[in-house]
């Protein structure tokens, strides 16, 4: 089985952190997003791997290369313009012969693989799409399913009274060759508001796996933060990367992940999950607290950033203060003694 992982959005609710960077390649624990979900590919032993792209695909080109150096084979269908979901898929028509497994390219998932691929067989289904349950349905659009797995309706952010399930789209499908035969090529064309009533209108085969392992949409700066705070609250040590260095009297209640040749300097205090890129430079008498800072950002001495996202190559004056929701794009200068 091959997978194609779409990754051709804007990202525009994670600006500005995507001015520069397309969103699949901003780093998680200092790792591209996508990377996760091609291990979780490799990991269940899909190795043939189509990128549909739009947004910046060069970046991915220059990343991934063919794949090789991860284990794994890449192939690339590139739009000339967003088709969306669907039409990027139909777009990536070309390389596919046989069952595809399909990720929406905003999802970190520990989905079971194998589980969903037997669930697909044993169904005789054309397509099957990923669902989760979730705690306050009216802020999604349900997916309603039969005893047997079957999808009867989609309802989109209910009110109270019209909400029949609590099970909503997790962005990952396979679909038979034929369901390619059911998008138009070319055109701009919506996977979750075209074709998926299109094959409940033609009874076509069509199933909802339903599973409760780990899922996010990291669609959202807020997203984008708690999923490092997911990650890291599992974590039971520190990750410091190859030649950082960090004083000996820096202080750190919580977690902290650094890249390579980073430097935290003396009587800095890290506070819950902190996320550190490469090339980072934090001053003296700083405080950290459940923040991530990418590569190459600089943080004077005493400067305080409280649960805010810091993009690349920035510089934080002194005595700065980036209070709770900032997020701060690549190259900004905050000015010394600055509050925001």
């Not at 989760?132 to 009274?161: A, C, M, R, Y």
């Not at 064309?189 to 076509?204: C, G, W």
């Not at 609250?233 to 950082?244: F, P, Y």
């Not at 000996?248 to 919580?254: D, E, N, Y």
Request: proline share 4%; charged share 25%.
């Amino acid at each position: 089985m091959k997978a194609i992982i779409l990754i051709g959005g804007f990202g525009t609710r994670l600006r500005p952190l995507t001015c520069n960077t397309p969103k699949p390649l901003l780093p998680v624990l200092n790792k591209p997003f996508s990377l996760y979900q091609i291990e979780l590919l490799k990991k269940y032993g899909i190795k043939e791997i189509i990128l549909c792209m739009a947004y910046l695909p060069s970046e991915f080109k220059k990343y991934f290369g063919d794949g090789k150096k991860f284990g794994v084979k890449i192939s690339y269908a590139v739009e000339k313009s967003p088709l969306g979901t669907g039409g990027a898929i139909k777009n990536a028509e070309k390389f596919v012969n046989d069952s595809v497994l399909i990720f929406n390219g905003d999802v970190l998932t520990e989905i079971n693989l194998a589980k969903l691929i037997q669930f697909h067989r044993n169904k005789k289904a054309k397509a099957t799409i990923s669902l989760v349950s979730v705690p306050d349905p009216t802020s999604f659009g349900l997916v309603e399913t039969s005893k047997d797995g079957k999808i009867l309706q989609f309802l989109e952010k209910p009110s109270l009274n019209q909400i029949t399930c609590d099970t909503i789209n997790a962005g990952t499908y396979i679909f038979e060759p034929e369901i390619f035969r059911q998008m138009p090529p070319g055109v701009v064309y919506s996977v979750e508001r075209e074709l998926f009533p299109t094959l409940l209108n033609k009874k076509i085969p069509f199933y909802g796996y339903v599973y409760s392992a780990y899922w996010i949409d990291i669609g959202t700066t807020e997203k984008y933060l708690q999923v490092h705070n997911d990650l890291m609250n599992r974590m039971k040590k520190n990750v410091i990367g190859k030649n950082s260095k960090i004083a000996k009297s820096v202080r750190i209640f919580g977690h902290l992940v650094v890249g390579a040749q980073t430097q935290i300097s003396e009587k800095t205090t890290i506070y819950g999950n902190v996320c550190l890129g490469n090339n980072v430079k934090i001053g003296s008498g700083c405080f950290l607290s459940d923040c991530v800072i990418l590569d190459k950002t600089i943080l004077e001495e005493g400067s305080k950033i409280e649960k805010s996202l810091v993009g690349k190559n920035c510089i934080i004056e002194e005595n700065a203060h980036l209070k709770a929701g900032c997020v701060i794009g690549d190259k900004t200068v905050v000015r010394r003694y600055s509050k925001l």
